[in-house]
């Protein structure tokens, strides 16, 4: 990064140190979920210094920031451990308001998702239509100045914490299933509308269903031209797709799997870094954040005046699920280790303590494996990839 930069890395370092909420920062690092009230206050303290839609350019209320300034942020966020933005507001929804919706809709939506004053979740995936999205059967029917909402929404991300969500509607049945989707908003406290937790295997509540019957929901809410929500979607998973990176946050990991790796029992017992398959591991996986940061870099370059990163973010999507899965693998392998060396009179107190890490290690390496799912799976970026970027 440019030297110039340095004074701005120091004013978001300083922030995160000094004046965002240190209490959240400390319940985040602690593994500890955050409450609707957590989540808001974390984003209207970086709402109040216009740093939490980082990329949405000036006209629309954005920081203004140039593509450096967007990635030593990310960074610096990443590397105080503090909570993640909330993508679905800022990240997704937003640039399809500024750039699709009605002078009413911008004014309704836009400035309290930038201040982080409300929270958005997102309608794509149904029990029937996770990987072929365009299959949905959900409906939303006009009924003079309204659509009328049945069907199931599932995986809806943080929904617990959301004041709107926006979605998927089939408003026509046309011969080719992509025709006839909409892109509709709608109240998460709506009547009709009911929330269904899904506990994940670790016991956290992240995901969700989400129900609607016969819910009323002014005509007003759609966004852009009825019967186009197909276009508008892939508009928006260009930016989900990019999103995915969070080089920072990988290159943490990583500095933090070689500090425990370096760690050596109190008689010189040998440090796992010195195992050599070990360290080839970890070294490959370095490389690889490199690899994914350039193609990252690369990608947004290309991306004028706030527009979508397109078909290229199916690259940076399976790249930041390998890498993502390649790096916790090695919280295993340090697990393994803790779990021998845990019997052996002669490991020092350090090597006890880094034992600590395993169960976050193993939650975080399980997380990981849904990221070839999630977000379109890894399988359909390949197919993207070959006929949109390749044309083959």
Same mark, same amino acid.
């Given at each position: 990064?440019?030297?110039?930069?340095?004074?701005?890395?120091?004013?978001?370092?300083?922030?995160?140190?000094?004046?965002?909420?240190?209490?959240?920062?400390?319940?985040?690092?602690?593994?500890?979920?955050?409450?609707?009230?957590d989540?808001r +206050?974390?984003?209207?303290?970086?709402?109040?210094?216009?740093?939490?839609?980082?990329?949405?350019? $000036?006209?629309?209320?954005?920081?203004?920031?140039?593509?450096?300034?967007?990635?030593?942020?990310?960074?610096e966020?990443?590397?105080?451990?503090?909570?993640?933005?909330?993508?679905?507001?800022?990240?997704?929804?937003?640039?399809?308001?500024?750039?699709?919706?009605?002078? @009413?809709?911008?004014?309704?939506?836009?400035?309290?998702?930038?201040?982080?004053?409300?929270?958005?979740?997102?309608?794509?995936?149904?029990?029937?239509?996770?990987?072929?999205?365009?299959?949905?059967?959900?409906?939303?029917?006009?009924?003079?100045?309204?659509?009328?909402?049945?069907?199931?929404?599932?995986?809806?991300?943080?929904?617990?914490? @959301?004041?709107?969500?926006?979605?998927?509607?089939? $408003?026509?049945?046309?011969?080719?299933?992509?025709?006839?989707?909409?892109?509709?908003?709608?109240?998460? %406290?709506?009547p009709?509308?009911t929330?269904?937790?899904i506990?994940?295997?670790?016991?956290?509540?992240?995901?969700?269903?989400?129900?609607?019957?016969?819910?009323?929901?002014? @005509?007003?809410?759609?966004?852009?031209?009825?019967?186009?929500?197909?276009?508008?979607?892939?508009?928006?998973?260009?930016?989900?797709r990019?999103?995915?990176?969070?080089?920072?946050?990988? +290159?943490?990991?990583?500095?933090?799997? +070689?500090?425990?790796?370096?760690?050596?029992?109190? %008689?010189?017992?040998?440090?796992?870094?010195?195992?050599?398959?070990?360290?080839?591991?970890?070294?490959?996986?370095?490389?690889?954040?490199?690899?994914?940061?350039?193609?990252?870099?690369?990608?947004?370059?290309?991306?004028?005046?706030?527009?979508s990163?397109?078909?290229?973010?199916?690259?940076?999507?399976?790249?930041?699920?390998?890498?993502?899965?390649?790096?916790?693998?090695?919280?295993?392998?340090?697990?393994?280790?803790?779990?021998?060396?845990?019997?052996?009179?002669?490991?020092?107190?350090?090597?006890?303590?880094?034992?600590?890490?395993?169960?976050?290690?193993?939650?975080?390496?399980?997380g990981?494996?849904?990221?070839?799912?999630?977000?379109?799976?890894?399988?359909?970026?390949?197919?993207?990839?070959?006929?949109?970027?390749?044309?083959?």
């Open positions: 990064m440019a030297p110039e930069l340095s004074p701005f890395r120091e004013e978001v370092r300083h922030f995160f140190e000094t004046d965002y909420p240190q209490d959240l920062r400390e319940k985040t690092q602690r593994g500890e979920s955050l409450s609707t009230e989540v +206050r974390s984003e209207m303290a970086l709402g109040a210094r216009n740093w939490l839609a980082t990329a949405w350019p $000036t006209e629309h209320g954005g920081p203004g920031w140039d593509l450096q300034q967007q990635y030593v942020f990310d960074e966020l990443e590397r105080a451990g503090v909570p993640t933005v909330t993508p679905m507001g800022v990240i997704y929804v937003g640039p399809i308001i500024y750039t699709f919706a009605d002078a @009413a809709q911008k004014e309704r939506w836009l400035t309290p998702t930038r201040l982080g004053e409300i929270g958005w979740a997102q309608g794509y995936s149904e029990p029937e239509s996770g990987s072929d999205l365009a299959s949905l059967q959900f409906s939303a029917k006009r009924d003079g100045d309204n659509y009328i909402l049945n069907g199931t929404k599932i995986w809806t991300s943080a929904a617990q914490h @959301a004041d709107w969500i926006f979605l998927l509607a089939r $408003t026509s049945q046309e011969d080719r299933k992509q025709a006839g989707i909409s892109f509709i908003c709608c109240e998460m %406290d709506r009709g509308v929330l269904h937790p506990i994940t295997i670790d016991g956290k509540h992240a995901l969700n269903s989400v129900t609607f019957k016969n819910v009323v929901v002014p @005509a007003a809410y759609l966004i852009g031209e009825e019967g186009k929500g197909w276009s508008y979607s892939q508009y928006l998973l260009g930016f989900e990019t999103s995915y990176a969070r080089i920072g946050g990988k +290159r943490k990991q990583l500095r933090h799997i +070689r500090q425990i790796a370096q760690a050596e029992g109190a %008689d010189g017992n040998r440090r796992v870094i010195d195992d050599e398959l070990f360290a080839g591991k970890l070294t490959a996986a370095e490389i690889a954040v490199d690899e994914l940061e350039m193609t990252v870099l690369r990608v947004l370059s290309a991306v004028k005046d706030g527009g990163p397109g078909k290229e973010a199916s690259i940076i999507k399976i790249l930041a699920t390998e890498t993502a899965q390649q790096i916790t693998t090695l919280y295993l392998d340090l697990a393994a280790q803790a779990g021998i060396r845990r019997f052996d009179d002669s490991v020092s107190p350090d090597w006890l303590s880094a034992g600590q890490f395993s169960a976050p290690g193993v939650a975080s390496y399980f990981t494996r849904a990221q070839s799912i999630y977000g379109g799976t890894n399988e359909i970026q390949k197919n993207i990839i070959a006929r949109r970027v390749l044309e083959l």
